[in-house]
């Protein structure tokens, strides 16, 4: 690996963990606000939605520019989404527009590794993307929790900066303070990405065109066999993942008894997890082998079933670890050969742009249909079962589906012999 890719894994490593930060700083705002528990889920989906939204413009934008620029840009608009909560946006409004930046900045972050890097590469590279992204969702989560907590707190408003009057009076906008200042650190790494020379053809700016031209690309990458079992993998874990994320929150208040900053470690301890298994994906999967993985899949849908049966924290950490290794090990194979194939049948920007609609579109729904029973209020242990539940039986009907092409294959490889 290169200086410039050691600098893109720099720049995202700082923007997600101010991702992450932000979102359990927002979490307490809600809190402190005393909304009701079902507008949580909502906060992530506001995060979401312009990933959905404008899915068929941000990888022409991508492929206009060179990426560190991309990315560079991507930065700014989130640091204007967290300085509105200074400006008493609501939180959904705010971490909404800071979700427009991530919308903007993915296929970038994705796509440069595809111009920068051969096929052979690019499973051990998504092992590092993976690993970091979870690597700072653990310092994100951890930090998030630390910057709310009361101790912490006290500390930050009591730094005083002299002749100055900052107007920093509240819990919440030290935090923020904190999180701009890492988004400009991963601003400043933005600057740094050397530019690859992978220029693309003039990028259409007709919104109709636009939106066509995703839609073509969208049916092409459902239609080839490989593209379409990677493309089912991914958007399904994204979507639990993103979910998973806050019913681990609300089941450690549960069932566990924890404060809300002690709940945000349980979080981290998932990611941890993952962060093993993309570490270990990297150094034994190749992009060759990535479709073996898939039952492990299954095996995570069943596993999370058990939190049902856990009371302990003790056990709580071991069960989250196994998820985590569990869902790192197979997305991160998953990933990587998504992006390849994604590579090969349209540009980088393009490609990613369709991953980040389906795997956004996963995460909308799921999170909506959390926040529903929540609403309803379903107790939490029939939600986890039929979570797991349905983990497991759209990762057995992929498994199933990936059989059936590669049965297709064989046989239309066996007609072309024997017309021969």
């Not at 506001?46 to 990933?51: A, E, H």
């Not at 920068?116 to 951890?142: D, H, M, R, Y």
């Not at 031209?213 to 969208?218: H, I, K, Q, S």
């Not at 379409?228 to 993103?242: E, P």
Request: hydrophobic content about 55%; charged content about 10%.
């Amino acid at each position: 690996m290169n200086r410039g890719f050691y600098t893109i894994m720099a720049a995202q490593f700082f923007s997600s963990l101010a991702d992450n930060a932000l979102l359990f700083v927002a979490i307490d705002l809600l809190i402190t606000m005393k909304s009701p528990g079902w507008i949580t889920p909502l906060l992530k989906l506001s995060f979401v939605l312009f990933y959905v939204l404008l899915a068929a413009f941000v990888g022409a934008f991508a492929d206009a520019l060179p990426k560190g620029r991309v990315m560079f840009i991507a930065n700014l608009i989130k640091i204007f989404g967290c300085a509105l909560i200074f400006f008493q946006v609501h939180p959904l409004a705010a971490y909404a527009v800071v979700g427009f930046g991530a919308a903007v900045y993915s296929p970038a972050k994705y796509g440069i590794l595809t111009e920068l890097l051969p096929g052979e590469k690019l499973v051990a590279a998504n092992g590092w993307v993976e690993g970091l992204t979870v690597t700072s969702i653990i310092f994100g989560t951890v930090m998030g929790g630390l910057l709310v907590s009361g101790r912490s707190s006290a500390f930050l408003l009591g730094i005083d900066v002299p002749m100055i009057e900052t107007g920093i009076n509240t819990p919440t906008e030290a935090a923020l303070c904190v999180v701009v200042v890492i988004y400009v650190l991963a601003a400043m790494f933005n600057l740094r990405i050397p530019e690859t020379g992978c220029v693309y053809a003039h990028q259409e700016r007709n919104p109709v065109k636009l939106i066509t031209d995703f839609a073509n690309c969208f049916s092409l990458l459902w239609k080839d066999k490989l593209g379409q079992i990677s493309l089912a993998v991914t958007t399904l874990f994204w979507g639990a993942a993103a979910t998973l994320q806050l019913i681990v929150l609300e089941w450690a208040k549960r069932s566990l008894h924890l404060p809300y900053d002690k709940a945000t470690s349980l979080v981290g301890v998932v990611a941890i997890g993952v962060a093993l298994g993309a570490v270990l994906s990297a150094c034994f999967i190749t992009l060759r082998k990535s479709l073996t993985v898939i039952p492990l899949g299954i095996g995570m849908g069943i596993i999370v079933m058990s939190m049902t049966l856990v009371n302990s924290i003790y056990l709580a950490y071991p069960l989250l670890i196994l998820v985590g290794v569990l869902s790192g090990f197979f997305v991160v194979p998953m990933n990587a050969l998504l992006q390849h194939r994604g590579h090969v049948l349209m540009s980088a920007g393009h490609s990613i742009a369709v991953q980040n609609f389906n795997e956004n579109l996963s995460i909308l729904t799921m999170l909506a249909a959390y926040s529903l029973m929540l609403r309803l209020h379903l107790d939490l242990n029939v939600i986890i079962i039929m979570f797991g539940l349905f983990v497991a039986g759209t990762m057995f009907f992929i498994m199933r589906k990936h059989a059936a092409n590669q049965k297709e294959h064989d046989s239309l490889a066996l007609i072309g012999e024997l017309k021969h």
